[in-house]
Every structure is written in C-alpha cells, then in structure tokens.
C-alpha cells in the first residue's frame, strides 16, 4: 500500500458501461473509460478499454457493445492496475450518476481482492438535477462527440469532464476536498494492453486474413471436382451466418481449401456466386430493404469483395429472376430440432424488439422445439451474437451444440425482421 502524494489535485472523471444494474449480484464492468482532470480543468490524462466480464454483455442496444467487442478484451484483473495507475493522480471521482460507476468499480476491486478507497465523489447529474447527459450538455452548450446512437464510456468522459470544469469554474465551493491524502491498492501495471472501442470496432471492419491466406497458398493447376467445391460454399455458409469470421473460422477455411484441392479461381467463383445467391434472395420480393443492402455488404466485405459492384449485381440479378427457383438452395429445414435462447434479441417486428417470449412462439409455429437449458440434446443455441459469454454459450460449445446468430436464425425461418 503506498500513500497518494498530497499534491495531486486532479479530478478522475470515470464512465463504465455493464452488462446491467446489479454490482451487487451478477452484473460487470464492459467498458472504462477515466478522464484526467487538471485543476485548472483541462484534460491532461486519458484510459480507456473494453472489458471482458467472462458472461454475457447484457443490453447491446443500449451500450453497443457486441460478445465479438470484448472477445480478445483483457479482464478487469488485468487492467486494474493501469486504472489506479490514472486515479492516483486525483483526490475526487466525478461521474454524471457517480455513485453508479463508483459502486461497480467498488464491486470489481472486490472481485480482485484489493481495497478500493474511500475517495469524495462529484455527480454532475446531481449538481444539474438531471439525468440525461446530453440534455446536460445542450443546456450548457457542450457538443459531445458523435458515437451514433449508444454509449461510450469514453465520449461520455470527456462530455462529463467539461461538464465538470464548467461548473467548478463558475463555483469552486462545489468541490468538497478530502481531509487527508487518498490511499489506493498497489496493484502490477502492464498486465494488458487495453483495447478501445474503436480498435475493436476497425478489426471488426477489416476483411478477414483468411483471403490473403487462401490466395498465397491456392496454387493448383488442375479444377476441383463440383462436389468439391459445393462441399466448400456448404461450409462457407455455416461460417458466415452471423456475419463474423473468427480466427478459428478462418483456419477451417483455409484447411478445408486445401483438402479439397480448390483452385484460387475456384474461390474467388464461389464467393461470387455465394454473394449472387443472397442477392437473389433479397430480390425474391422485387426489392432489397435497407437491411438486405447492409447485410450484402458486410458479406461483401468479409469475402474481399468490393461493395461497389453490388449496384451492378443486383442489377444483372433483376433479370435472371425468371429462373431463380430453379437455382436457389432451399432454406434450411429446422422442424423438429430443438433450440434454446440465450441473452437479449437484437431485431424488431413492427419496430417493437422481440421478446424471449416472441422468439419462442416464432420457433414453435416453424416446429422446432422450444427448451429452457443446454443439453447435450439440444440442437441449436439463438445469441445475438455468437460470441456471446453466457453460461449457456459455454456449455453449447462444450458440448459441441451449433450456436446460431440472431440473425442468421430469422433468415432460416424466413421471418422478416428489422
């Protein structure tokens, strides 16, 4: 234990993101962010990471934050120290709805075990009378920084931490100061290295390495035979149902290519039509909504295709529609398997999200049988994310269990959702 030097005067401005409202039972820390406040109210320090909570991320419409964000994110654990590192330097934490973030940083210093301070804390939202911090920020003319439309716990930081110097500037007494210095844990630095939103955000983004790989190591001179290459486009699209290609997946590519003995042509021709034949579906209705367009050129994307050509697709496919039925795989038929939910849904009917309860009648009248737990039975797992770190994802994985994206589940069932 070492003893904060007295002359630290700086306020640490500290916004987390978690995957509830519960410190106290189950719920964790996704994302820190603290802002280093000098006493003349200039931002002199910043931190920022996503968090691995080891369960499932909670409200994704509410935080943004997806299982695949915090996948190769570091435990608490490993940056607790980096984080005291940063609030050593201050002898007040500022918050807007302090006592929120102050009492899960409180739960995950438990968890450590380390103490964590007793430290005096100013709430914004306490000293405006309100909750909203963007109303907060308008009705002081503060712009915040544009994160579309979810949270994040660092643009909230610096939108508290202005918030904070504007309102010290105009009235210092607000400011109550510690009798004494505040002592926090020794705790080991550099146990991690933290991973932004924004890091995790451009990964996402980024076409999978297994392209690159594929066409350094296709070099054959002689055709797959067709069963082959079907044997491929049947696995590519178990890969990409939830429109996610992780490292593991991609090593399963790149094997199957080279056991099958496909050509580099050969998938570069099946990406292509793999991407034709969900432009074709999209256009079975005679048009393509907003999402079918952003769902093509994510796949696009992930298959190193350029979404520019997309426009041209959709065009050429318009008219071989004629002789579509002829040519489209049909749709997965699940009747009968039993499937279990895990963790929030993230599409819409009608622009009301679907409940627990809505997926469960949505299965039941597709015939499949609905459970309320994993077992080695069951036959699929519905996650919003794949990825996802609920105990249920878990023993899916364990037992071998196909786990579906959200998503991906609503297209197999042929459910139009928002």
Known sequence: MRTQASAARHIAVVDVETTGLSPWRHDRIVEIAVVLLSPDGDICDEYESLVNPGRDVGPTSIHGISASDVIDAPPFAAIAGDVVALLRHAHVLAGHNISFDHNFLRGEFERLPAPFPDVPLFCTCRQLGRQNLAACCEELGIVMEDEGSYHSALFDARATARIVARLLAEDPRLLSLPEGPVEWPELPVGLARPVPRRAARERRASPPSFLQRIAARSAYDTEASPPNVLTYLGLLDRVLEDRIVVAEEEDVLLTAVEHLGLSRSQVEAAHASYLWHLAALALADGHVSERERADLEVVARLLGVDPCVLDSLLSQTRGQLGSLGAQLAPIEDLRGKSVCFTGEMQARIGGEPITRAVAQQLAAQAGLV?????????????????????GKGRKARQYGIRIVAEAAFWRMLGVAVE
């Open 370 to 390: 609905v459970a309320n737990s994993v077992t080695k039975k069951l036959d699929l797992l519905v996650a919003a994310d794949p990825n996802t770190l609920s």
